[in-house]
């Protein structure tokens, strides 16, 4: 149990459009859902910490309007890159908990290249 | 403040030897501390966790210890295989009620056949 998905798995875009990146619970209800951001040879940087049915809390420095955060559902939370530009490039990573858990699953990724 | 590291220490170690892998972490208040294995393009796997009240867990071939007065976590891997090459991240939640995670710097491991 507690498996995570993540869709796209890749994705090429161009620069100035927005990308949305799809994050799943499969198995299980996920009351709050993390967005992290990494770069090549580097640790998983907290861009965004998501409950459901209420607004992302962001960390500081991470450009709200820029990355959209939304969690409709307990299994579905969406980060939309607007706007898109080659430094966004990046492998973005999602993580959901349980309620009253402090285990975190993490999904597996999602390359972003901005060309 | 965050440990956030540009460059990525490696640890090579001979197949069947132990590792040892060591995270320094940042905040006396961390109450939870997980050991992730992360593959390259792939999303971090956990290991082992521990809570502030112990000083040691064990799992199957791992071993995590907790110091914390030294604010030291290390991540031991006994008889070390080929599938155990991966980069190792500690991560730390950073208070009570949050569960937000800090990831640590991370350690490249290699394993010599």
């Known amino acids: 149990g507690a498996v995570v998905s993540q869709h796209p798995s890749w994705v090429i875009c161009k620069s100035g459009t927005s990308v949305k990146i799809e994050c799943r619970s499969l198995?299980?209800?996920?009351?709050?859902m993390f967005w992290y951001r990494q770069f090549p040879k580097q640790s998983l940087m907290l861009m965004a910490t998501s409950n459901e049915g209420s607004k992302a809390t962001y960390e500081q420095g991470v450009e709200k309007d820029k990355f959209l955060i939304n969690h409709a559902s307990l299994t579905l939370s969406t980060l939309t890159v607007t706007s898109a530009h080659p430094e966004d490039s990046s492998f973005y990573i999602c993580?959901?908990?349980?309620?009253?858990?402090?285990?975190?699953?993490f999904g597996p990724g999602t390359r972003l290249t901005v060309t | 403040g965050e440990s956030v590291g540009l460059h990525l220490p490696t640890l090579s170690v001979q197949e069947g030897d132990n590792s040892i892998i060591n995270c320094a972490y940042s905040n006396s208040a961390s109450d939870y501390f997980i050991w992730y294995k992360q593959e390259s393009g792939k999303g971090p796997q956990f290991i082992i966790d521990?809570?502030?009240?112990?000083d040691k867990r064990q799992g199957q071939r791992v071993t995590v210890l907790l110091n914390k007065t030294v604010k030291h976590l290390s991540l031991q891997i006994a008889a070390t295989q080929p599938g155990d090459s991966a980069v190792y991240f500690c991560a730390e939640n950073i208070s009570s009620g949050t569960y937000k995670y800090i990831f640590g710097t991370g350690t490249r491991l290699k394993v010599l056949a």
């Open positions: 198995d299980f209800q996920a009351t709050t």
């Open positions: 993580s959901a908990k349980k309620l009253n858990s402090y285990e975190q699953y």
């Open positions: 521990i809570r502030s009240n112990m």
